[in-house]
């Protein structure tokens, strides 16, 4: 065996990528019996020691009193670590013209005097192994890190004692925020919005947010206990208004819009309307079909008999003719789509008050529309049709149920019904096929 071992003599021994403490319980022949710091025994082989202390535990020892004794050592030798001056000595030996690779018994031979206790030259060994910034160890040698590596651990490790004072402080904000111990200003949560997101986060998303492991951890730090308390947390905080659904965030939806679409619908709500080269059938009575909560009413219908031909008018809000193509509003509506219908309440896709005062078809309002007028013959063949910009007045706006209930039994009702069967009629005959509820049942 090349190395001089005894038993009860301590040594530094391989444990993946770190140097741990342990004292040889037994030798024999090629494998090596140790006591670790943990109290259990491990078999290593030669190449597995790191360090010989030439220091040793007390013979009668048992394996859980050399587990206090290695446990009190480490503490020692990591409180003295900084006492030892790596920088000093990686000044000394670097050198750019050189391989700077070391056996750790040259450096010894080095740098430590003959006259030093184990004790010393376990403190330089310990400092040298655990050191990241001056020095690498590498199959058995230590090599010096270039200025420029030092220069980048160094910066990388300033940062994280800086991300980790941030954290601390974060969370001693936090804690304070959820026991309502501490006054709330836009300084500090701009100063913790990174941290803030991650409750966000979750209480938005729940268990399928991306960053789940990272807000769990620092929700259970704070005392944050579930979703409902997370929301909790950030209506306290004053980031969430109270009616606030999180659902609307988990899809993005908005229930508020920019300052600049805001100002744009207003000023288009307080401009005088001009219906100057609009034909004008406000005359003309017309009708909304829609369900019951219906609140952006977009289309009529208007239907008259003239002799033995009828003409039926289709009648579609006119939004184009306030809103222009890249504007405020048309960006606005292209990211949200739609209006959306809630059991509480709709989310617009433009301003409401713009909806209601000038796009939406309701009743008794003078509106602009664009019109198709389709007149049909006496047969139901269609005989001429149009389309023309028209200013209109909404007579009605009724339900499905009321358009089924009364409207179809009015001549308009009953004439627009016969024309959906004959229409109906002709494309069966032409070949289209209806599909009807028995034909899909298996």
Same mark, same amino acid.
């Given at each position: 065996?090349?190395?001089?071992?005894?038993?009860?003599?301590?040594?530094?021994?391989?444990? +993946?990528?770190?140097?741990?403490?342990?004292?040889?319980?037994?030798?024999?022949?090629?494998?090596?019996?140790?006591?670790?710091?943990?109290?259990?025994?491990?078999?290593?082989?030669?190449?597995?020691?790191?360090?010989c202390s030439g220091a040793f535990s007390q013979?009668?020892?048992?394996?859980?009193?050399?587990?206090? #004794?290695? $446990?009190?050592? $480490?503490?020692?030798?990591?409180?003295?670590?900084?006492?030892?001056?790596?920088?000093?000595?990686?000044?000394?030996?670097?050198?750019?013209?050189?391989?700077?690779? &070391?056996?750790?018994?040259?450096?010894? @031979?080095?740098?430590?005097?003959?006259?030093?206790?184990?004790?010393?030259k376990l403190q330089f060994v310990w400092a040298?192994?655990?050191?990241?910034?001056?020095?690498?160890?590498?199959?058995?040698?230590? &090599?010096?890190?270039?200025?420029?590596?030092?220069?980048?651990?160094? %910066? +990388?490790?300033?940062?994280?004692?800086?991300? #980790?004072? !941030?954290?601390?402080?974060?969370?001693?904000?936090?804690?304070?925020?959820?026991?309502?111990?501490?006054?709330?200003?836009?300084?500090?949560?701009?100063?913790?919005?990174?941290?803030?997101?991650?409750?966000?986060?979750?209480?938005?998303?729940?268990?399928?947010?991306?960053?789940?492991?990272?807000?769990?951890?620092?929700?259970?730090?704070?005392?944050? $206990?579930?979703?409902?308390?997370?929301?909790?947390?950030?209506?306290?905080?004053?980031?969430?208004?109270?009616?606030?659904?999180?659902?609307?965030? +988990?899809?993005?939806?908005?229930?508020?819009?920019?300052?600049?679409?805001?100002?744009?619908?207003?000023?288009?709500?307080?401009? #005088?309307?001009?219906?100057? +080269?609009?034909?004008?059938?406000?005359?003309?009575?017309?009708?909304?079909?829609?369900? !019951?909560?219906?609140?952006?009413?977009?289309?009529?219908?208007?239907?008259?008999?003239?002799?033995?031909?009828? %003409?039926?008018?289709?009648?579609?809000?006119?939004?184009?003719?306030?809103? &222009?193509?890249?504007?405020?509003?048309?960006? @606005?509506?292209?990211?949200?789509? #739609?209006?959306?219908?809630?059991?509480?309440?709709?989310?617009?896709?433009?301003?409401?008050?713009?909806?209601?005062?000038?796009?939406?078809?309701?009743?008794?309002?003078?509106?602009?529309?664009?019109?198709?007028?389709?007149?049909?013959?006496?047969?139901?063949?269609?005989?001429?049709?149009?389309?023309?910009?028209?200013?209109?007045?909404?007579?009605?706006?009724?339900?499905?149920?009321?358009?089924?209930?009364? &409207?179809?039994?009015?001549?308009?009702? $009953?004439?627009?019904?016969?024309?959906?069967?004959?229409?109906?009629?002709?494309?069966?005959?032409?070949?289209?096929?209806?599909?009807?509820?028995?034909?899909? !049942?298996?």
């Open positions: 065996m090349p190395l001089k071992l005894k038993v009860n003599e301590i040594v530094f021994f391989k444990k +993946r990528n770190f140097i741990s403490l342990a004292s040889i319980n037994e030798l024999n022949n090629d494998q090596i019996s140790v006591i670790t710091e943990e109290g259990k025994q491990l078999n290593l082989q030669a190449d597995q020691i790191v360090y013979k009668t020892a048992n394996s859980s009193e050399i587990k206090l #004794e290695l $446990r009190a050592l $480490r503490r020692q030798l990591d409180e003295n670590r900084e006492k030892v001056d790596l920088k000093i000595i990686w000044d000394c030996m670097y050198d750019p013209e050189k391989s700077n690779a &070391y056996k750790l018994q040259d450096i010894l @031979e080095l740098y430590i005097d003959k006259d030093s206790s184990c004790l010393e040298l192994q655990r050191d990241e910034i001056y020095f690498k160890k590498q199959e058995g040698l230590i &090599y010096l890190n270039t200025p420029s590596e030092s220069e980048e651990i160094i %910066r +990388r490790k300033d940062e994280a004692l800086r991300k #980790e004072k !941030e954290k601390e402080q974060a969370l001693n904000w936090l804690k304070a925020v959820h026991e309502g111990s501490v006054e709330i200003n836009k300084e500090d949560i701009e100063e913790y919005s990174d941290y803030i997101e991650l409750i966000k986060g979750y209480a938005v998303f729940i268990d399928k947010y991306e960053r789940l492991k990272e807000a769990k951890a620092l929700l259970n730090a704070v005392g944050i $206990r579930d979703e409902i308390d997370a929301i909790e947390f950030l209506i306290k905080s004053g980031l969430w208004d109270k009616n606030e659904d999180p659902i609307f965030k +988990r899809y993005g939806i908005k229930q508020t819009y920019p300052q600049k679409v805001i100002n744009q619908s207003e000023d288009l709500v307080n401009k #005088e309307i001009n219906y100057d +080269r609009l034909l004008d059938i406000t005359k003309l009575q017309l009708i909304s079909i829609d369900d !019951e909560n219906t609140s952006d009413i977009d289309d009529a219908l208007s239907v008259e008999i003239i002799g033995d031909k009828t %003409r039926v008018g289709v009648h579609i809000s006119n939004v184009a003719a306030f809103i &222009y193509e890249k504007d405020y509003l048309d960006h @606005e509506a292209l990211k949200r789509g #739609e209006t959306i219908y809630l059991a509480e309440g709709n989310i617009s896709m433009f301003p409401p008050e713009l909806v209601s005062k000038l796009l939406t078809l309701s009743a008794k309002n003078i509106r602009k529309a664009l019109s198709l007028f389709v007149t049909f013959d006496s047969e139901f063949n269609i005989s001429n049709y149009e389309f023309v910009q028209t200013k209109i007045n909404v007579n009605k706006n009724i339900s499905y149920k009321e358009a089924n209930d009364n &409207y179809l039994k009015t001549d308009q009702g $009953r004439r627009l019904l016969d024309i959906t069967n004959a229409l109906r009629q002709k494309r069966v005959k032409n070949g289209a096929h209806y599909f009807t509820a028995s034909d899909n !049942e298996d």
